[in-house]
């Protein structure tokens, strides 16, 4: 009996850890400085305060803490969240930070509760210029140029 309730206790924790996993998958990349989009796929994971990006040709893969920090709409009614690194800094302290991937992701939706339109990632130390945009079908309709 008691083996049972431990069992249904590990099953109730591994839902909500699954539960709590969210997936996207985007088509298309362009660089911040470019007004062109190409066919390239990604694939993201974010669990357990960790974004996963894999890039579905070459099946790499790469990691960064991350948590949602803020949730507001741009100029232009999009729903977005801001997923930072910040929390591992503070937790772990600097020379840990300094080993990790550091990551800022901006998540974008047409609404709250939406389709995802894009993710933007941007190195956390270096700025958005050098930053990334991965976007969805939709997305690539109504950002990109080509």
């Known amino acids: 009996m008691i083996?049972?309730?431990?069992?249904?206790?590990?099953?109730?924790?591994a839902n909500i850890f699954v539960i709590?996993?969210?997936?996207?998958n985007t088509a298309y990349t362009k660089t911040y400085s470019s007004n062109n989009c190409g066919k390239e796929s990604f694939s993201f994971n974010i669990s357990n305060s960790v974004m996963t990006r894999t890039d579905n040709y070459y099946k790499t893969s790469t990691k960064s803490p991350s948590r949602m920090v803020q949730s507001d709409f741009d100029n232009s009614g999009y729903y977005y969240e801001m997923w930072l690194p910040s929390f591992y800094l503070e937790q772990y302290g600097i020379d840990e930070y300094r080993r990790v991937n550091t990551l800022n992701y901006k998540i974008c939706y047409d609404k709250k509760g939406g389709n995802l339109l894009y993710l933007f990632e941007s190195d956390a130390n270096t700025g958005i210029?050098?930053?990334?945009?991965y976007f969805t079908d939709l997305g690539r309709e109504i950002f990109c140029n080509n």
């Open 20 to 24: 709590r996993a969210q997936n996207f």
């Open 3 to 13: 083996m049972k309730s431990k069992i249904t206790l590990l099953l109730i924790i």
């Open 129 to 133: 210029q050098r930053g990334k945009f």
